[in-house]
């Protein structure tokens, strides 16, 4: 008998809040030189790439489930937060702009812009 497996992440919706936040997912933490995608098929996070010595995601890069752009992925997202967040955490985000890309592979070049978010924490702390 064959089982379907879900992700988690085929629940989270592509749709804006009331209050115009998005959820992301992160793939690749900020700071870190291995590059991680997410695969669909085996629900996992796969190592994509190492990036060269001496470089470094500068922010988390992730995606917005449930959407797609030009390149087939779900849209690439570039969140701006202060510490990393780890590969799989689910962030609320406010769009704050858009870096228009492209990207070549095998010769041929598609759009591939990063969405620019900015993380929206509703947490209250008591001492």
Do not use: W
């Not at 809040?17 to 669909?40: A, C, I, M």
């Not at 098929?41 to 994509?48: A, D, G, P, S, V």
């Amino acid at each position: 008998m064959a089982t379907t497996r879900t992700s988690p992440y085929d629940r989270l919706t592509a749709s804006a809040s009331d209050d115009g936040l998005v959820q992301v997912v992160v793939e690749t933490p900020r700071g870190s030189r291995n590059k991680y995608k997410y695969d669909e098929e085996l629900h996992i996070f796969r190592l994509n790439c190492v990036l060269p010595a001496g470089s470094s995601f500068p922010y988390d890069f992730g995606y917005i489930p449930g959407t797609q752009a030009d390149d087939g992925d779900p849209l690439d997202v570039l969140l701006l937060m202060d510490q990393p967040a780890f590969t799989g955490c689910v962030v609320n985000a406010r769009v704050i702009g858009v870096i228009e890309a492209e990207q070549t592979e095998d010769g041929k070049t598609v759009r591939n812009d990063r969405i620019v978010r900015s993380p929206v924490m509703h947490t209250t702390f008591e001492i």
